[in-house]
């Protein structure tokens, strides 16, 4: 048997601990745990989990339950938006506070550079002339080109590829 651990056969180990296989699958998983102590420690947990998982119950549900959900989602819903969203909870005002203080830094700080317009100097007009220009820098140049030429069509979609 492979190793459970690899991903092909992770499930096979999980569906032992889980006790969902079969007589010869679960023999051979066994035999694999016994020499492997990786797998087996990997096994022990999950039948720990498992024990675990199956000795739980469920606290009892109150006889009331149903009535106090409903009761709350009545008196919730007759609020509007607002005094749900600044009267919640606990955990609600600091967060609204803290939404409005952000809102009021971001117009303080955004507002006078979006209507400010600033002066730029103009530029002197760069050309180039082609004697100016050294061979290896053309060179490198038009391989950055065909570099980038390989990299759009490697990242093209599979769908269009086919």
């Known amino acids: ?50 024990s675990a998982l199956d000795a739980w119950e469920a606290p009892p549900i109150s006889p009331d339950f149903d009535e106090r959900l409903y009761a709350g989602i009545a008196s919730d819903s007759r609020r509007s938006w607002w005094e749900r969203l600044t ?36 530029q002197p007009e760069v050309s180039v002339r082609p ?8 060179e490198r140049v038009l391989e950055d080109i065909d570099m980038l030429r390989q990299l759009s069509s490697n990242t093209q979609p599979t769908s269009a590829l086919e």
């Open 131 to 138: 004697d100016s220009l050294e061979p290896e820098q053309v």
């Open 87 to 122: 009267t919640g909870g606990p955990g609600w005002k600091p967060a609204v506070a803290g939404a409005m203080v952000a809102v009021a830094l971001a117009t303080v700080l955004l507002v006078p550079q979006v209507y400010h317009t600033p002066t730029v100097a103009p």
């Open 1 to 50: 048997m492979l190793c459970p651990t690899s991903e092909a056969n992770v499930e096979a180990l999980l569906d032992y601990s889980a006790g969902k296989l079969n007589a010869g699958a679960s023999e051979a998983v066994e035999r694999h745990i016994r020499q492997c102590p990786s797998c087996a420690r990997i096994a022990a947990g999950q039948q720990r989990l498992w």
